[in-house]
């Protein structure tokens, strides 16, 4: 039996302080997303991981690389990058009318997301032996979460994903497959 460490990434600082529908904007952690990794550093020392994959952006680079620290290699994966948001990319969530299940008319759609971060896993379990922490961000581990556990995808934003918060995956081996489990959540 295996683990992946599902981790979403620090809090981020938004232009303005307005809390925003980042997709793939590329924003840095702010004071209390840095000390959210400072955080997982401590939690992932007394943890045996084998390695660090990382989303390329900013948020989930930092994040990564603080909480592996001297440690622990740190790798980019592109199968972890948030889904892409179009018209929502950037607006202010105070600006925008959208319903749980609603997604954007140009942006990346959940089954798309989900189907590439299942893909970006799988190769991160075969390309591993040991344990892993995946740093990613919520909408793309929502989809992988509700995966997984027969959530229904069309309310994946619903699943509780906070800033620095982890998700522990068991993973074992089958025929040909992989069988993966949430064993527990924490924040």
Same mark, same amino acid.
């Given at each position: ?6 981790? &979403?990434?620090?809090?981020? @600082?938004?232009p303005g ?6 997709? /793939?904007?590329?924003?840095?952690? #702010? ?6 990794? *400072? ?7 007394? /943890? !045996?991981?084998?390695a ?13 690389? =603080?909480?592996?620290?001297? &440690?622990?290699l740190?790798? +980019?994966? *592109?199968?972890l ?5 179009g018209?929502?990319? #950037?607006?202010?969530? %105070? @600006? ?6 609603? +997604? ?7 089954? *798309? ?5 299942? $893909?970006?896993?799988?190769? =991160?379990?075969?390309?591993? @032996? ?5 740093? %990613? ?8 979460? %509700? ?5 229904p !995808? +069309?309310?994946? $934003?619903? !699943?509780f994903?906070?800033?620095?918060g =982890?998700?522990? =995956? %068991?993973? /074992?081996? !089958?025929? #040909?497959?992989?069988?993966? /489990?949430?064993?527990?959540?924490? #924040?």
């Amino acid at each position: 039996m295996r683990t992946v460490y599902l981790v &979403r990434h620090g809090m981020v @600082d938004f232009p303005g302080g307005k809390r925003r529908c980042i997709g /793939r904007t590329d924003l840095p952690l #702010n004071y209390v997303g840095r000390k959210q990794a *400072e955080d997982l550093r401590e939690y992932f020392r007394s /943890r !045996l991981i084998e390695a660090v994959f990382t989303s390329p952006l900013e948020r989930t680079l930092e994040t990564a690389r =603080i909480l592996a620290g001297d &440690r622990l290699l740190v790798q +980019e994966s *592109e199968g972890l990058m948030e889904l892409y948001m179009g018209e929502w990319e #950037n607006v202010p969530m %105070a @600006d925008l009318d959208k319903t749980l299940e609603q +997604e954007p008319v140009k942006g990346e759609r959940r089954t *798309e997301a989900k189907s590439r971060m299942e $893909r970006a896993v799988t190769r =991160i379990l075969k390309e591993t @032996d040991g344990d892993v922490a995946v740093v %990613a961000h919520a909408g793309i581990n929502c989809c992988f979460l %509700a995966g997984i556990t027969g959530s229904p !995808l +069309e309310t994946s $934003r619903a !699943l509780f994903q906070p800033y620095g918060g =982890i998700s522990r =995956i %068991a993973v /074992r081996e !089958l025929e #040909n497959e992989l069988g993966i /489990r949430v064993l527990a959540r924490s #924040n």
